[in-house]
C-alpha cells in the first residue's frame, strides 16, 4: 500500500524543492506503513520478538518537488535473505505521476537485544513477503 507524503515548508530548502536528506525519512514514513499493513507495527515488530535496522540505503535522484504537493511512494522486494530484505523504493508526485526519486534500502532483521542479525520469525516473515507481488 502506498504512502502519500505532503511537502511542507520545513521540507524545503532555500531553492524551494525537497531537500536531499528528507528522502530518507520519507521512504521510513513508507517502511512503517508497509509493516503496520502486515500487522507488525510497534515495537519488537508488533511483538514478533525482532527489531530491523538499515545497513544500506541508496537514493538516485529524478526530478525535484516542492512546497505543497504530495509525494506518493510504494516499497518493492528485490531480496529476501535469511536475516535481511532488499527493498526498492519509488516516489512519485501525485500530481502528475513524475517519479523524483528511486532506491533501494537493505534492512536487517536483528535481536532487540543484542542487537546482531536474526531471521525473523516465519510468520513475520510470511506477512511481508505478503506484502507486494
Same mark, same amino acid.
Given at each position: 500500500?502506498?504512502?502519500?507524503?505532503?511537502?511542507?515548508?520545513?521540507?524545503?530548502?532555500?531553492?524551494?524543492?525537497?531537500?536531499?536528506?528528507?528522502?530518507?525519512?520519507?521512504?521510513?514514513?513508507?517502511?512503517?506503513?508497509?509493516?503496520?499493513?502486515?500487522?507488525?507495527?510497534?515495537?519488537?515488530?508488533?511483538?514478533? +520478538?525482532?527489531? $530491523?535496522? @538499515?545497513? !544500506?540505503?541508496? &537514493?538516485? /535522484?529524478?526530478?525535484?518537488?516542492? *512546497?505543497?504537493? %504530495?509525494?506518493?511512494?510504494?516499497?518493492?522486494?528485490?531480496?529476501?535473505?535469511?536475516?535481511?530484505?532488499?527493498?526498492?523504493?519509488?516516489?512519485?508526485?501525485?500530481?502528475? +505521476?513524475?517519479? $523524483?526519486? @528511486?532506491? !533501494?534500502?537493505? &534492512?536487517? /532483521?536483528?535481536?532487540?537485544?543484542? *542487537?546482531?542479525? %536474526?531471521?525473523?520469525?516465519?510468520?513475520?516473515?510470511?506477512?511481508?513477503?505478503?506484502?507486494?507481488?
Amino acid at each position: 500500500m502506498p504512502t502519500t507524503q505532503k511537502i511542507r515548508y520545513s521540507d524545503c530548502d532555500p531553492q524551494g524543492i525537497v531537500f536531499n536528506g528528507n528522502y530518507p525519512r520519507y521512504w521510513d514514513d513508507a517502511l512503517t506503513d508497509w509493516f503496520e499493513d502486515a500487522g507488525l507495527g510497534g515495537p519488537g515488530l508488533g511483538g514478533a +520478538g525482532v527489531d $530491523v535496522v @538499515t545497513a !544500506r540505503l541508496e &537514493i538516485d /535522484f529524478k526530478a525535484s518537488a516542492g *512546497l505543497g504537493e %504530495t509525494l506518493q511512494t510504494e516499497i518493492g522486494i528485490e531480496r529476501a535473505g535469511n536475516t535481511s530484505l532488499t527493498l526498492s523504493f519509488d516516489t512519485r508526485r501525485l500530481s502528475d +505521476g513524475e517519479v $523524483v526519486a @528511486t532506491g !533501494r534500502e537493505v &534492512i536487517v /532483521f536483528v535481536d532487540p537485544l543484542e *542487537l546482531k542479525p %536474526t531471521p525473523p520469525p516465519e510468520e513475520a516473515r510470511a506477512r511481508l513477503l505478503g506484502q507486494t507481488g
